[in-house]
């Protein structure tokens, strides 16, 4: 059985730095296309960044430049750093393999002082 | 970057009615296109894959269709169970979410 499970979310400073992790089982992340996709309260799906099979990354225009993602084969783990996080970064962060449909519960990331 | 299109932005129906949502893409993704139903509080559920394959387990009362740049989605029976906010989502180049459709019981 495929799962999912973020962790890592929690309450940080405009300007901080976060970093989330993704533990998936039922399948290999290094043989996926792994994203994160993040839903800010009351609004709708923002894709982040994805992390393809051969190791290739993309990000979102709003989030390049500031967010990382990157995997540990080893631990069979993906992660998103986050770096300059801004107020407009709050939102419930999700790790999800998109082609497949499986989506973890998500992690809440609250940017404020 | 691809763009998607909704329409509506919500709708409000009867049991029973027949729904239809629309998925504009802003350039060809033949029929890379997933629908995703998400009800409040929860992680989004895949409904519909290639544009129109119903995924496993889904009702049957779903539907997908369309390629190229035009897509729709359709529920033949609205339940009260539908309740929620559908998405179309792209995967030809990265992913994009369209910006969704809230779905009500009138």
């Known amino acids: 059985e495929v799962q999912l499970v973020e962790t890592g979310g929690g309450l940080i400073q405009p300007g901080g730095s976060l970093r989330l992790s993704c533990a998936a089982s039922?399948?290999?992340?290094?043989?996926?296309?792994m994203s994160w996709v993040r839903q800010a309260p009351g609004k709708g799906l923002e894709w982040v960044s994805v992390i393809y099979d051969d190791g290739a990354t993309y990000y979102a225009d709003s989030v390049r430049g500031r967010f990382t993602i990157s995997r540990d084969n080893s631990k069979n783990t993906v992660y998103l750093q986050m770096t300059s996080v801004r107020a407009e970064d709050t939102a419930v962060y999700y790790c999800?393999?998109?082609?497949?449909?499986?989506w973890g519960q998500g992690t809440l990331v609250i940017v404020s002082s | 970057d691809i763009q998607l299109t909704q329409s509506p932005s919500s709708l409000s129906a009867s049991v029973g009615d027949r729904v239809t949502i629309t998925c504009q893409a802003s350039?060809?993704?033949?029929?890379?296109l997933n629908w995703y139903q998400q009800k409040a509080g929860k992680a989004p559920k895949l409904l519909i894959y290639d544009a129109s394959k119903l995924d496993t387990g889904v009702p049957s009362r779903f539907s997908g269709s369309g390629s190229g740049t035009h897509f729709t989605f359709t529920i033949s029976s609205l339940q009260p169970e539908d309740i929620a906010t559908y998405y179309c989502?792209?995967?030809?180049?990265?992913?994009?979410f369209g910006p969704g459709t809230k779905v009500e019981i009138k």
């Open positions: 989502q792209q995967y030809d180049i990265q992913f994009t």
């Open positions: 039922g399948f290999t992340v290094r043989s996926d296309y």
């Open positions: 350039q060809d993704i033949t029929n890379y």
């Open positions: 999800a393999r998109l082609l497949n449909g499986d």
